[in-house]
């Protein structure tokens, strides 16, 4: 049974800073990732796909990477800004299109 | 193009009634999939639905059911609800199933408060 964990369960920096988020999986049989992003009390917004072949993908101030060996995968952010604050949940695809979730990162970014 | 439009948004109901939720995808996808979030459980995966045919599902007890149309548009149903089924019930639309390439889009879920 696939299991994601998401480290930090919560972070708090300041404006500008570049941070990572850390995302790991124990069956590396996926067809991808996705990093999504929850703000409060909404749905879930997509972030970045990563295909199992691929090593990594970038989307602006986003970049996400992929070690499927490993079953690791990180989403960097550069120049975090206040509006990034946010929940991100990392999901791994094993068949069809059954996600299994992270239990997430809450981030606060301060002005 | 518009996303996946979910109804009702918010919704009330007592402990042995049954609700209907729908969900209508980004047009042109085949695939729908419904989840549970709940603070205490995450998100989980219920089922997924391609071409009228339930393709996955989730561990869930049989009062959870589906259902979607030959326009992919898609319902779920919760029977005899009991209080720990309050949670946001989101859905999730993509062109196909079972590929790498694919990207799954959200909708804004329904809050479903069980009293």
């Known amino acids: 049974k696939q299991e994601v964990t998401q480290i930090p369960a919560a972070l708090s920096v300041p404006e500008g800073e570049n941070l990572v988020l850390n995302c790991s999986f124990t069956?590396?049989?996926?067809?991808?990732l996705q990093w999504f992003r929850q703000d409060p009390g909404k749905g879930l917004t997509s972030l970045l796909l990563i295909q199992s072949s691929q090593r990594e993908q970038t989307s602006g101030r986003l970049n996400a990477s992929l070690d499927k060996s490993s079953g690791r995968s990180t989403l960097y952010i550069a120049a975090s800004q206040p509006g990034d604050s946010a929940t991100y949940l990392c999901?791994?695809?094993?068949?069809?299109?059954?996600?299994?979730f992270g239990g997430g990162t809450r981030l606060m970014v301060k002005p | 193009k518009a996303g996946v439009t979910q109804t009702p948004r918010y919704l009330i109901k007592t402990r042995g009634q049954q609700v209907t939720l729908s969900c209508s995808p980004i047009?042109?996808?085949?695939?729908v999939s419904w989840y549970q979030q709940t603070p205490g459980q995450g998100l989980q995966f219920l089922f997924e639905y391609f071409s009228e045919t339930q393709r996955n599902k989730g561990n869930f007890p049989g009062r959870f059911s589906g259902r979607q149309f030959s326009n992919s548009r898609s319902e779920m149903n919760v029977s005899t609800l009991e209080l720990g089924d309050s949670a946001l019930y989101l859905c999730a639309s993509s062109l196909t199933t079972g590929t790498s390439g694919n990207t799954i889009y959200f909708g804004e879920g329904s809050w479903l408060t069980v009293v």
């Open positions: 069956d590396s049989a996926i067809y991808n």
């Open positions: 999901a791994v695809n094993n068949a069809g299109n059954m996600l299994t």
């Open positions: 047009s042109g996808h085949r695939s």
